[in-house]
């Protein structure tokens, strides 16, 4: 069973920063390129960024919002995605999904990271 | 890069089709056959029901179709039941290497 287990979110002053991971299981994790998918509440379906598979030279690429801001990795050893959120601002504010796109469509449950003083 | 244009909301009673549009441009939904739809319950994670424009994945309904025209995709649904009750986004593939998400279209069944 395909399995994408978020954690890292919470509650972080605007201006600071905050790492989110995502444990895989279930499939070949290093096969696959990795998205990030934000909704803040009551709203819409977001993409965050992507980290392609070590084939494509793990590049990444980030949409115009947080670009500069955010940072995703991932250690392929350990079945695991992560997401370093610098200088976090309150529109951040959202579930964020880890999610393998294309034919797949395999979604994580979401953590929700809330941006407030 | 602007969300892809979806309507806010489609309405249909049950046994009718309805269809949700999903508006890009040449860069995006234009430009390649990467346009996927997904499902969303309210509370509930998103799931796919079309990919690659017209593909349904494995153990989807084929009361789902999709399709695609220019800069326009579409999301057809028919035999409308009260589970097909949700927001309904599209996605596409970019020029720039991104993925942009459309507004998402609120389904009611009437």
């Known amino acids: 069973e395909v399995q994408l287990v978020e954690s890292g979110g919470g509650l972080v002053q605007p201006g600071r920063s905050l790492k989110l991971s995502c444990a895989a299981s279930?499939?070949?994790?290093?096969?696959?390129?990795m998205d990030w998918v934000r909704q803040a509440p009551g709203k819409g379906l977001e993409w965050v960024g992507r980290i392609r598979k070590k084939s494509d030279s793990y590049t990444t690429g980030y949409a115009a919002s947080v670009k500069g801001r955010f940072t995703i990795s991932r250690d392929d050893s350990r079945n695991s995605l992560y997401l370093q959120m610098n200088s976090l601002k309150i529109e951040d504010t959202a579930v964020y999904y880890c999610?393998?796109?294309?034919?797949?469509?395999?979604w994580g449950q979401g953590t929700l990271v809330t941006v407030s003083s | 890069q602007s969300a892809l244009t979806q309507p806010a909301s489609v309405s249909g009673s049950p046994g009718q089709s309805i269809t949700i549009s999903c508006t890009g441009t040449s860069s995006d939904v234009g430009a390649y056959n990467y346009v996927a739809w997904y499902q969303q319950h309210p509370g509930k994670v998103p799931k796919l029901m079309i990919y690659d424009v017209n593909n349904r994945p494995s153990g989807v309904s084929n009361r789902f179709s999709g399709s695609k025209s220019g800069n326009t995709a579409s999301l057809t649904i028919s035999g409308l039941q009260a589970e097909d009750e949700a927001d309904y986004y599209c996605a596409s593939y970019t020029t720039s290497s991104t993925i942009v998400f459309g507004g998402g279209t609120k389904v009611t069944v009437l």
């Open positions: 999610v393998v796109l294309g034919p797949f469509g395999y």
């Open positions: 279930g499939f070949t994790f290093s096969d696959h390129n």
